[in-house]
């Protein structure tokens, strides 16, 4: 997003929300311009609209929420928890014999929370009390966390994540 894209949606907020007056408008484009600069100029203008469309508060949106409504689309794409578990209850019903092919069918978010093949394997082997219970709240649980992971990992900066990525390296390296 360049900077008189960024003016654009600044005018756009302050026109839209009449209450929102930020005290220094060189400094709020400044600041809203060094958060949003990576991000297609589409695709903040698509998440304003949708916050105005779907938000009553009357309050302005802030950078995050902006943030948020541009990645809210690719959350839809993914499975919730029942329908990630669904599918993993297919799996282990067919797990005592195939339980590699089943795992490789599944997406890769549930192969993270589930872990290996040999996991399908083995809940195949369980009562079905504790599979509908114990093992499937389990699941559930790791697989809402990666979810949320993958989220967020989506939503940091290339620049940081780089850097992250740079810093596990060298203390995994000693």
């Known amino acids: 997003m360049t900077r008189e894209e960024t003016v654009d949606l600044i005018r756009s907020i302050v026109n839209l929300y009449p209450n929102w007056k930020p005290e220094n408008l060189t400094e709020t484009v400044n600041a809203w311009h060094w958060a949003l600069e990576e991000y297609p100029a589409q695709s903040v203008k698509a998440a304003l609209q949708m916050y105005v ?35 993993v209850k297919r799996a ?19 192969q993270k929370a589930i872990g290996s093949p040999n996991m399908i394997h083995q809940w195949a082997g369980t009562d079905s009390d504790e599979v509908n219970t114990v093992i499937m709240s389990n699941f559930q649980r790791s697989y809402r966390i990666i979810v949320q992971r993958e989220q967020e990992n989506v939503r940091i900066n290339p620049i940081i994540a780089g850097m992250i990525e740079a810093t596990k390296n060298k203390m995994i390296e000693g």
């Open 53 to 87: 469309k779907t938000n009553n508060t009357g309050f302005a949106p802030s950078v995050s929420q902006i943030i948020n409504g541009i990645y809210k689309p690719m959350e839809k794409d993914t499975l919730s928890e029942g329908e990630a578990w669904s599918l």
């Open 92 to 110: 282990i019903q067919d797990g005592n014999y195939h339980a590699e092919e089943r795992y490789n069918e599944l997406p890769p978010l549930v």
